[in-house]
């Protein structure tokens, strides 16, 4: 977990290092899109004293438009457990919640209670500076705020975006997650590539399999290990 926290707190000092800039209007993202993201994540389960590391990929659409979030994630852990593969629907409409298994083809559906998916930056964020990457080719700017999302985590979030695009290019998050009935202390840095705008394929992301009319209303145990995206 240390060498997480390192590659945090780098993030953080070298982004405020750089360039100390006059603070930018707060950004909101694009209506629709699409990202990869990449999250090293590490939980500390307080119950059983047991650390856990692992690498997760996430395939994610967006579509504020309708108002709704769908990705493929995929675990691999560090510690050799088998790696686990998932998708999720989040539907903040119908503030319902579907995690599907496409292995054991299983659903389990959950409701949602009002939450903040972070349409555009929060008000309250602190700005932390401007940097770039390579020959001043790409320019980002990095903010900080406190978070809750529906998986009752709660921690403090800072994300990098494109100062001119509002496009996501790196996060890190630092807190608690009680979702589940299991009690993590959690921390991740995630990077995000191939972004594109619009959404190709919506049915991909947000069409529910056949079997989920079979539905499990028990809550998923790999709810405890959803790494939320806070966008």
Do not use: H
Request: aromatic share 12%; with cysteine; net charge negative.
């Amino acid at each position: 977990m240390l060498y997480i926290l390192l590659i945090i707190i780098a993030v953080v000092t070298t982004a405020t290092a750089i360039a100390q800039a006059a603070e930018p209007k707060k950004c909101c993202f694009p209506d629709q899109y699409t990202v990869l993201k990449g999250s090293t994540i590490a939980t500390f389960t307080e119950e059983t004293k047991a650390p856990l590391a692992l690498y997760e990929a996430q395939d994610i659409a967006f579509d504020y438009t309708n108002g709704r979030i769908g990705y493929y994630a995929n675990y691999t852990f560090f510690s050799g457990q088998d790696s686990q593969s998932t998708r999720v629907v989040e539907d903040m409409a119908k503030k319902l919640l579907w995690v599907i298994d496409p292995i054991k083809k299983q659903c389990t559906k959950s409701s949602l209670a009002d939450f903040n998916t972070y349409r555009c930056i929060p008000e309250n964020a602190t700005y932390i500076g401007k940097s770039y990457f390579g020959d001043k080719s790409l320019y980002m700017d990095t903010w900080m705020f406190n978070t809750t999302d529906y998986l009752e985590t709660a921690g403090l979030y800072s994300i990098a975006v494109d100062s001119n695009g509002c496009i996501p290019i790196g996060d890190s998050f630092n807190g608690k997650s009680t979702g589940a009935g299991v009690t993590q202390d959690v921390v991740s840095t995630s990077g995000y590539t191939n972004f594109e705008l619009g959404i190709r394929d919506p049915d991909k992301y947000f069409k529910l399999p056949d079997y989920c009319k079979q539905v499990n209303n028990e809550p998923s145990k790999l709810l405890g290990l959803l790494q939320q995206t806070k966008l």
